[in-house]
């Protein structure tokens, strides 16, 4: 793997069916979510150099099936210890299937190896689901996925990021438009809901820093496509005269592949 200095960043999966993120910086190594089988985790890793056990700890950002599906197989196998808030863990419908020494409830800020890591709150139909700033004394990952709008404490906690994970889960026409019932098109859009192209856009905008690299992640496969996505992000961050390749990268993170910063 190659990456920024000290700093290593693969999504292993991204979407409704599954995420995972693994995160590397100054030898410290974390998964972030852990909705994918235990099997693929171990193989995706396998396939980017990485030996699952020397894993330092895996942090959830919020309860629902698609970020902690493979959490049972992943402790019970690999005895790896887990941190989310408290209220996450206990409304996990596997909670009685997790070694209860594998659990590490969380505040705003924890130490994993050398790492700091800040939990921000962000706004989703979860118990207490966050997003996560990971540092060490150089470089900073954040991760900012399933969440209805980009609150202030979010705009900030994605403020220096050197990388950055991304929600741009929909096209708002095509949500609009598509098949999907009433009530769950007003979740999507809704203040709990899931982030658009647009909002995702405009949060980087107005990102103090300029020129990190951004995976697009949890792209809606019925109300998104990759070039919709990435169209509509490009032209409005280029409209505000940021430019592509220059001030900012952006990668498109997906359900069925692993994708790696270079």
Known sequence: MKGRKNLHVSVLASGSKGNTIFVEIDN????????????????????????????????????HRDHINGLPTLCKKYHLPVYSRAATFKAMYCLEKLPLDCLHPIKENFQVGGLSVDAFSISHDAADPVGYSIRSSHEKCTVATDLGFVTSTVQEAIDESDVLVLEANHDQRMLREG??????????????????????????????KHNPYVFLAHMSEENNCPSVAKQTITE??????IKLGTDITIQLAKQNETVTLP
């Open 179 to 208: 098949a999907y019932p009433w009530a769950l098109k007003q979740r999507i859009m809704g203040n709990k809901g899931h982030l658009s192209n647009d909002d995702a856009a405009w949060a980087l905008v107005r990102m103090k």
């Open 236 to 241: 409005i961050i280029q409209r505000q005269g």
């Open 28 to 63: 410290t190594l974390l998964l972030i979510d852990a909705g994918i089988s235990a099997r693929r985790i171990n193989k995706s890793l396998t396939d980017i150099g990485v030996d699952i056990r020397d894993i330092c700890g895996v942090i959830i950002t919020h309860e």
